[in-house]
């Protein structure tokens, strides 16, 4: 495991290993929310390696074992306090002989207030070591991703819903992002993007007021803990938070994606696993004696031919995966003794053929199967579904250019076909149209949107979807009167390929904007006036090894054409995006509100080994096409409130000490996994955060005098 995976991955078993009771076994104590950071970051076996008996959820009744003291692993909320004070005051016998707490993210001073004073009144404080506060309060999908709350966040910020109030969604979502920044040592530069596209939130974009909140919160956590960020050895200069929103780049979550991790989470019906790091897909596949049999697939960073492949070009992953299983049988040639000449696949079928003799190695089999399997169903979901020509229109529009790099005159005569075609998906009629909107920039006029509604025969939702689009910035109807250049506008400006320039893929082309961004940053080229600072004093130049200015030249006059931008997979055919490497320079982290999609997380991984960093991009939900287009729909109407992931609390009943307590129960009944099918992260990385985690101050005085606190502290009884 490496990237932000790693990191805290690394924090949180530093943390376990911290708490070596006398007695050496100790328990585990989660909430249903605290337990989803452990379930992503860590796996089962790693963490009962440390000594650790049980894993309990705290609202799950209990049974006692006052001989054994208990690491608390929670989120700071009313309810989890509650019941966290309860296993120590319900019941004549305490839960536990101590307790280790440590809390997700900081106490907020009426909450810290509450707990002390229950604490206090209960007599509960003896049994309290400590108590720290981890600030960890997001979740890792990827090596080098990550996701914060509200899911709501992109109709929070872009619907029109009254009632709803943005500031709150942001200063949730920047409260996260201060873990994010703990959790890596950083105090980072903040630079944001200084206006919406389109003419939304006029005032102040969304990207600067969660800048400013996290600016906030940054300095508080600084000033309380003046020993951060910790001392690096060698020195390395400070990372970048970069944030930006949605509208950026409308046109990214609605084109195909022709890699391997796209076409699954956009063609096929997979689901997301429990502990959110991948996608579960059914996998069919014909046993030995020739029947039909089902078995769920786990698609994560645990499954390394899946990684090797998951940001390929489709028409790449298949010479993967006959190379890597070559590799397989050179080292295992006693496998191959037995078959004959041929040791060495050409094809798939050579491949599938020596896997049917290979029954010494059945996972082997089955993980490759699997991968066949639903490379080629994607494919054949390309085939049916005209993905083909859809494919070329969408990169002919969000591109400028046709692939010979001519200007494309027949875009409307090659769509209609394709709006009346019943083996196209309305959804992708939708998303066609949608690009097409935003092709034209200034908008269509409404007599045309509704003819070309009528040819795509779509739903009132799709309808309403594209209807949508003016709240993410795009222009729907067609304006004469000329506008002022924008960022999104300039780098749409035509720019031909060389006629000796290699072409890379057809339906490739399209080099999201997030690309181009995170190349200007590290090359000082990034317009201070287009991506802001929070802070005027970390506007001068660079540490980071460049000499130039920031934001000389601009990021539209970098030189390079978004259209012309070769894509890095094409070039790089044996590389293997998002493994383990050595990097240099300062850290970059790019915030996108309103969802990121699988471009964009590709983007990330290429652009972090073209240059050599450490770069690690979040939001609040990595997006879908099929999502997109729902969150669209819902653009207009009232913001859905967030489940709740802890129930409410209720005290326990005078007859707890009397009643009979039920098995305890271990994580993994909990949240319904298993040892040996467990997907929590597990390796740690070599990167490490000595954080002030490890600092704590004295919280409880006898005087009427209350201290205030955000930073770490330990309670001593």
């Known amino acids: 495991m490496s990237g932000i995976a790693g990191i805290m991955n690394k924090r949180l078993m530093d943390s376990i290993k911290s708490v ?27 963490i009962l390696e440390e000594n650790v008996t049980l894993v309990e959820n705290i609202e799950k009744k209990r049974q006692p074992y006052p001989s054994l003291e208990a690491f608390y692993f929670l989120t700071p909320c009313r309810e989890s306090i509650l019941r966290l004070v309860d296993d120590f005051t319900a019941s004549k016998t305490p839960s536990y002989k101590a307790a280790h707490v440590h809390f997700t993210s900081g106490l907020d001073d009426a ?40 899911i709501t966040g992109f109709q929070s910020v872009f619907g029109d819903d009254p009632t709803c109030r943005i500031s709150d969604s942001l200063r949730q979502t920047a409260k996260q992002l201060l873990s994010v920044c703990a959790t890596l040592g950083e105090d980072p530069i903040i630079r944001y993007q200084s206006q919406s596209e389109g003419g939304i939130h006029p005032k102040v974009s969304p990207a ?36 930006v929103d949605r509208s950026i780049d409308p046109a990214a979550p609605l084109l195909h994606e022709f890699t391997y991790q796209a076409m699954i989470n956009d063609l096929l019906p997979v689901e997301d696993t429990a502990n959110h790091v991948g996608v579960k897909y059914i996998h069919e596949f014909h046993q030995a004696d020739g029947s039909l049999d089902t078995k769920d697939v786990i698609l994560d960073e645990e499954d390394n031919v899946y990684k090797s492949i998951r940001n390929m070009h489709i028409a790449e992953c298949s010479d993967r995966l006959i190379e890597k299983f070559n ?27 020596m896997l049917n003799n290979l029954p010494q190695y059945q996972d082997l089999k089955a993980k490759y199967s699997a991968h066949l399997s639903i490379a080629q169903e994607c494919m054949s979901f ?73 040819h795509a025969k779509l739903s009132r939702d799709l309808r309403t979807a594209i209807n949508n689009l003016p709240l993410i910035g795009v222009k729907l109807t067609r304006v004469r009167s000329k506008e002022k250049s924008s960022f999104l506008k300039k780098r749409r400006e035509k720019h031909r390929r060389d006629k000796d320039e290699e072409t890379p893929y057809e339906l490739s082309r399209y080099i999201p904007v997030l690309k181009k961004v995170m190349d200007a940053q590290f090359t000082n080229t990034l317009d201070p006036q287009q991506f802001s600072f929070t802070r005027e004093s970390d506007m001068e130049p660079s540490s980071d090894g460049h000499n130039q200015a920031v934001g000389q030249g601009g990021m539209p006059n970098s030189g390079v054409s978004l259209r012309t931008t070769k894509p890095t997979w094409s070039s790089k055919k044996n590389s293997t995006l998002g493994a383990s490497r050595a990097t240099n320079g300062a850290k970059l982290v790019i915030f996108v509100i309103g969802g990121i999609t699988y471009s964009e997380i590709r983007s990330v991984y290429e652009v972090a080994e073209a240059h050599n960093r450490d770069i690690f991009i979040g939001s609040t939900e990595i997006l879908r096409p099929q999502q997109f287009i729902e969150h669209l729909t819902h653009l207009r109407g009232p913001v859905p409130l967030p489940a709740n992931i802890i129930p ?53 005085e006898d005087g009427k005098e209350k201290k205030k606190k955000k930073g770490l502290k330990k309670f001593f009884g």
């Not at 050179?330 to 191959?336: D, F, L, S, V, Y």
Request: aromatic residues 8%.
């Open 20 to 46: 070596q009771p006398p007695g050496k076994w100790k328990i585990i104590v989660v909430d249903s929310k605290s337990v989803r950071i452990l379930n992503a970051a860590c796996k089962m076996y790693d």
């Open 111 to 150: 909450l810290f207030d509450d707990l002390n004073r229950k604490l206090k009144s209960t007599g509960a404080s003896e049994y309290i070591l400590n108590l720290k506060e981890l600030y960890v309060d997001f979740m890792v999908a990827e090596s080098s991703v990550f996701t914060v709350e509200p």
């Open 208 to 243: 600067e007021r969660l800048a400013n909140y996290v600016q906030q919160e940054v300095d508080d956590f600084c000033r309380l803990n003046p020993n951060f960020p910790p001392p690096r050895h060698p020195p390395q200069p400070r990372a970048t938070l970069l944030i």
């Open 327 to 353: 590799e397989f049988m050179h080292e295992n040639k006693a496998a191959t003794e037995d078959d004959g000449p041929k040791s060495t696949a050409k094809s798939l079928k050579d491949m599938k053929n």
């Open 382 to 454: 390309f085939e049916r579904h005209k993905l083909n020509s859809v494919g070329t229109l969408e990169q002919n529009m969000v591109t400028g250019e046709t692939a010979e790099g001519l200007s494309p005159k027949t875009i409307v005569l090659d769509m209609v076909p394709l709006l009346d075609d019943p083996h196209v998906s309305p959804t992708d009629k939708a998303r066609l149209l949608m690009l097409y909107i935003i092709w034209k920039e200034g908008g269509i006029f409404e007599d045309d949107k509704r003819k070309l509604f009528e």
């Open 648 to 700: 409410p609390y209720v005290p326990p009943s005078p007859k707890r000490q009397s009643d009979s307590v039920s098995m305890t129960a271990s994580l993994m009944s909990h949240m319904h996994i298993n040892s040996s099918n467990s997907h929590l992260s597990s390796k740690s990385s070599s990167l490490s955060m000595s954080t002030s985690s490890e600092k704590m101050s004295a919280a409880y």
